[in-house]
């Protein structure tokens, strides 16, 4: 069923009102101008104030003040004009079967003051005829105007649903980027900083070291802390959407052949590392593919020094196009006893979501004494 438009305001009101008056007492000068008053004059004009009286409640009930006015209408032709008023409110607000049966109603009602009341003008046939179409003007008036306020409403109804799913899509982009950035500064920020945190370590328990060992570590720590900023502001100035400042280009992401390097900063902070590589055009693999790898083995590292100090850690990357890329990180588990260190497991999930945008997969789980890490990725031919 079609929702009735709203209905109309003082302004509308006060129209309709003055409308049908001046229609009113149109059709009783025209019928009674220049002919001897009677009983019939009173009649209408009895009919005429009281269908003038009831005009204002086709504004809050144009059906029934419509069928008040169509009853006016059997006896006398003042109340045409209100009744007729009443078909077009009742055909404009209400749904198309009841205006069908207050435009019958009103034909009907004319019907019977035409036979009572006849029309010199023209023929009583002709004359109901004209009434008929009339009253199918104001029907299909009505009707056109009832759908087309539909229209506009269910047009300002989609506009507002487009703008709230703009609004959506807007949130769930801003929470994509924030998710983005949060994972991209724990991988890099991550394996930076616990590299810094062994060196520390190794300065807080070994205070008796050598002045030229300690000012060496200290010199690896400030050199971490420097390139953990740079590395910092890369990941941001990458993250963002405007130009590098100063036309410097953009830094460049990891790549296959920066794993080396990798394994060779933990294996100076302390960690034995032995790695495997066996890929095939290794140069030749996809961007994404590359640095989701990267971030596996740095994911790795960093959460071995971080639970398992000391321990042995083996690396393993294999593949090549059209077959993928594996990559597996293991390392053996802590004695029992020994407290790891603390993680609230966000580089695991971050991983795992990053592993998954680049169409992998990746498991991981502590088995036989060790803990492994196994990513494997797609590279197509």
């Given at each position: 069923m079609t929702a009735s438009p709203r209905p109309p305001g003082a302004s509308a009101v006060v129209a309709i009102v003055t409308v049908s008056g001046v229609l009113i007492t149109s059709t009783l000068f025209a019928r009674w101008g220049g002919r001897a008053l009677g009983p019939l004059f009173a009649l209408d004009l009895v009919a005429g104030v009281l269908s003038w009286a009831v005009t204002p409640l086709l504004?809050?009930?144009?059906?029934?003040?419509?069928?008040?006015?169509?009853?006016?209408?059997?006896v006398s032709p003042?109340?045409?004009?209100?009744?007729?008023?009443?078909?077009?409110?009742?055909?404009?607000?209400r749904p198309f079967p009841i205006a069908i049966a207050v435009a019958a109603a009103g034909i009907a009602a004319h019907a019977v003051q035409g036979a009572w009341r006849s029309n010199s003008a023209m023929p009583y046939g002709w004359w109901l005829v004209l009434i008929t179409i009339g009253y199918g003007a104001l029907l299909g008036w009505g009707a056109w105007a009832q759908a087309r306020a539909a229209l506009i409403r269910s047009l300002h109804e989609r506009a507002e649903r487009a703008e709230a799913e703009q609004g959506r899509r807007v949130a769930e982009a801003r929470m994509?980027?924030?998710?983005?950035?949060?994972?991209?500064?724990?991988?890099?920020?991550?394996?930076?900083l616990s590299l810094l945190a062994t060196f520390a370590g190794a300065m807080e328990y070994r205070p008796d070291s050598?002045?030229?060992?300690?000012?060496?570590?200290?010199?690896?720590?400030?050199?971490?802390?420097?390139?953990?900023?740079?590395?910092?502001?890369?990941?941001?100035?990458?993250?963002?959407?405007?130009?590098?400042?100063?036309?410097?280009?953009?830094?460049?992401?990891?790549?296959?052949?920066?794993?080396?390097?990798?394994?060779?900063?933990?294996?100076?902070?302390?960690?034995?590392v032995l790695l495997r590589e066996t890929v095939e055009e290794p140069a030749e693999a996809p961007p994404t593919v590359a640095r989701t790898a990267y971030r596996v083995i740095q994911e790795g590292l960093t959460n071995a020094r971080k639970h398992a100090a000391g321990q042995p850690v083996r690396v393993a990357l294999s593949g090549g196009p059209g077959t993928g890329l594996e990559v597996e990180v293991l390392n053996a588990l802590p004695p029992e006893g020994t407290l790891p260190g603390w993680s609230g497991g966000a580089g695991l999930v971050g991983l795992?979501?990053?592993?998954?945008?680049?169409?992998?997969?990746?498991?991981?789980?502590a088995a036989g004494g060790e803990f492994r890490l196994h990513a494997s990725l797609p590279w197509p031919t």
């Open positions: 504004v809050w009930r144009p059906v029934a003040g419509t069928a008040i006015l169509t009853a006016l209408a059997a003042a109340a045409t004009p209100p009744a007729t008023i009443g078909a077009l409110q009742v055909a404009w607000r994509l980027e924030r998710r983005k950035i949060a994972r991209e500064m724990h991988d890099v920020l991550a394996h930076r050598s002045p030229e060992r300690l000012s060496q570590a200290a010199g690896v720590v400030r050199a971490g802390v420097h390139q953990a900023l740079e590395e910092l502001r890369e990941v941001i100035s990458l993250l963002r959407d405007d130009d590098p400042p100063d036309g410097k280009p953009a830094p460049p992401q990891p790549v296959l052949a920066d794993v080396p390097r990798l394994v060779e900063e933990s294996r100076g902070a302390g960690t034995e795992t979501e990053r592993v998954q945008l680049a169409g992998g997969r990746l498991d991981h789980q």
